[in-house]
C-alpha cells in the first residue's frame, strides 16, 4: 500500500465552505459566553442599550461582584465592550458588539438552510415510498 491516501470525493457545490479557524474559534467563544443565562439575560439588555455594570446587576437580580464576572466573561469573550465617562472612571458602561452576534446569525442561517434541505430530501424520499405502495 502507498503512502498516500486516495483524495475523497469533494462536497457538493451547493455545500457551505467550512468556517475558517478564525471564525469558528469566535462562534465557539461566542456560544460558551452565551451559555449561562445570566449572561444571556445581560446581552439582551445590552441589545435595548449600553448600561453601567450596577444597573445590569439590579435588573438581573445578582450581586455586583458576580455581575462583574459575567461582564468580564462577555468581554473576554469579545461579545461587550467597556467604556468609562469623562466624569467618572469608576464608572463602567457596557455596550454590546455586533460582529459577534451578526456571526452567530450567520452560523444558525446556514445550519438552518442545511435542516430545511435535509427535511425536504426526507420527505419528497418519504412521498416516492408511499406512491410506490400504491
Do not use: C, N
Amino acid at each position: 500500500m502507498s503512502g498516500s491516501a486516495s483524495a475523497a470525493p469533494s462536497d457538493p457545490p451547493s455545500d457551505p465552505p467550512a468556517d475558517p479557524p478564525a471564525s469558528s474559534a469566535r462562534l465557539d467563544d461566542t456560544l460558551a459566553a452565551l451559555a449561562d443565562p445570566v449572561r444571556r439575560r445581560a446581552v439582551e439588555l445590552l441589545a435595548e442599550r449600553p448600561r453601567r455594570a450596577g444597573e445590569l446587576a439590579q435588573e438581573l437580580s445578582t450581586t455586583a461582584p458576580t455581575m462583574s464576572k459575567h461582564l468580564r466573561v462577555l468581554r473576554q469573550r469579545g461579545l461587550v465592550t467597556e467604556t468609562h465617562p469623562e466624569f467618572d472612571a469608576r464608572v463602567r458602561i457596557y455596550a454590546l458588539r455586533s460582529a459577534p452576534m451578526t456571526e452567530l446569525k450567520t452560523w444558525l442561517d446556514r445550519a438552518e438552510r442545511g435542516w430545511a434541505q435535509q427535511l425536504t430530501a426526507f420527505a419528497e424520499h418519504l412521498g416516492r415510498q408511499q406512491e410506490s405502495e400504491r
